[in-house]
């Protein structure tokens, strides 16, 4: 797994074409699918490999409203969950 998370790192984005005809030719059953997958969205997979973005904010604020939702729930209605989310 380390070898494979060091070899596409951010910088080195490069040899996934070449992984993709690996596993392709390789036969097996579950990788072969991932990797016809991974060809398909090429462009979007290398984006997402070299440009510097993350969306942990957004993952946070998601986690933080579904916790309140989690506890709320049977309780009340969406506009004491609304003021729960704007007082948090």
């Known amino acids: 797994m380390s070898a494979n998370s060091a070899q596409y790192s951010p910088s080195a984005s490069a040899p996934l074409p070449a992984w993709i005809d690996a596993v392709d ?22 984006a997402g490999l070299s440009l510097h973005r993350s969306s942990g904010s957004i993952e946070g604020a998601v986690k933080r409203i579904k916790k309140i939702k989690r506890q709320l729930y049977g309780r009340a209605g969406f506009h004491l969950l609304w003021k729960m989310i704007l007082l948090q």
Do not use: N, Y
């Open 25 to 46: 030719a390789s036969q097996l059953p579950g990788l072969t699918g991932f990797a016809l997958h991974l060809l398909r969205g090429l462009d979007a997979v290398t």
